[in-house]
């Protein structure tokens, strides 16, 4: 099985975000991450590529999934046969927000904790 080209546009913690990233882990993906919080110009790429400013967003062989969980790329990649089945579960949620506790901690610039 060829390996997809992905790049994904997430955020340094996010509940969404580590979803995506999840998947990528569990399928032993290689990917490009661009942090669209620690660089601006990512951010700015990602809503040029995508049409919109909600993240995550993740580029597939050159296809933009826009504003998409890691349970929403899981199914896109097995739908278009590009992973096979999972080797194993994730120890995070690949559909979840973060919780307010989450929001609150990343605003004051205190470590998150992302539960399962």
């Avoid at 690949?94 to 609150?104: K, R």
Wanted: charge should be negative; aromatic fraction near 6%; hydrophobic fraction near 35%.
């Amino acid at each position: 099985m060829e390996k997809p080209q992905i790049t994904t546009y997430l955020k340094t913690s996010c509940g969404w975000s580590n979803g995506v990233r999840a998947v990528m882990k569990k399928y032993n993906l290689e990917y490009t991450d661009k942090d669209i919080i620690q660089n601006p110009a990512f951010r700015w790429e990602m809503e040029q590529k995508s049409g919109q400013p909600l993240s995550p967003c993740v580029e597939v062989n050159g296809v933009m999934l826009a504003d998409i969980s890691g349970e929403e790329v899981e199914q896109y990649l097995l739908a278009q046969g590009l992973v096979g089945d999972p080797a194993a579960p994730t120890d995070v949620p690949l559909n979840a927000a973060c919780s307010d506790e989450q929001h609150a901690a990343m605003r004051a610039g205190s470590p998150v904790t992302f539960r399962s």
